[in-house]
């Protein structure tokens, strides 16, 4: 049994990581809400873009841009989301999952990734798949800086053929306690949900001014949409696993603290009853000694 000191050492011990990650919950409590805010503002433009694309899917195979090409899926160019830190859960773990799973399921085809957040660079880089880009430490307000050099990589792969098909995995969110990983193919758009979705619908658009004209500042945007969506809805996921799992941890360091006070008194009052016993021994012998005498 561990004696008092050493009790009182590890409460104290305990009660500091129980500050910390009550601190670090607070910390995600308000991050979140401000990723909650940034997603709220997010998803009625990325819908809306993607409705425009499905009302102009029926046009698609008769519209000349780089980025509707159909070939041969050869090579794939795969994005993943994850965070810079950990201390949140199972938000990488999962993400890294999915990767994981799409790499097997395409393991005919050549995969190249391009990975945002170093959870998924350290993860990748001991293994043999190839990494084109790679995008630490995104800002927390999202900049469009970010969103345009993902969007780039994308655009320039896709065009000088190095991807053949480009998918999304990023986490989405529904409320702090669920989560999960999402994989939409980003391109081409001929074959992706954009056009699948449209497949029966309502008659072809007519286009003012050119279809071409219209889709050459269009496919940016819309790729730009959805990769900040990616990033909102994994920003806000990340800091409700982690509000969800320091709040699980200061709970934990809570029972233990009460465990330890608990065996702290018990060894006390065992300590406190030895001396007693101690003292009661030694005043029986002198008291027999004497009365020998």
Known sequence: ??????????????????QITRAMEMIAVSRLKKAEER??????????????MEILGPSLPKIDHPLLAKREVKRIGLVLITADKGLCGGYNANALGQANRFIQEHRD??????LVGRKGHDSFRRKTYPIDHTL?????EITLQEVKEISGVIIKGFGEKR???VDLIYTRFQSAIHTRPVTLKLLP???????KKREGGKREPIFEPAADEIMALLLPAYLEAQIYRGLVESAA?????????MKSATENAEEMISSLTLSYNK?????????????TTGADALKYAKEKQ
């Open 267 to 279: 060894a006390r009052q065992a300590s406190i009853t030895k001396e007693l016993l101690e003292v």
């Open 109 to 114: 085809q050549e995969v190249r990734l391009i």
């Open 163 to 165: 991807y053949d098909e």
């Open 39 to 52: 997603l709220r503002s997010a998803r009625p433009y990325a819908e809306k873009i993607q409705e425009l």
């Open 136 to 140: 630490l430490q995104v800002s927390k």
């Open 1 to 18: 049994m561990l004696g008092t000191k050493e009790i009182k050492r590890r409460i104290r011990s305990v009660i500091s990581i129980q």
């Open 237 to 245: 996921s990340e800091q409700g696993a982690r509000m969800v799992s």
């Open 189 to 195: 758009l001929e074959g992706s949900e954009v056009a």
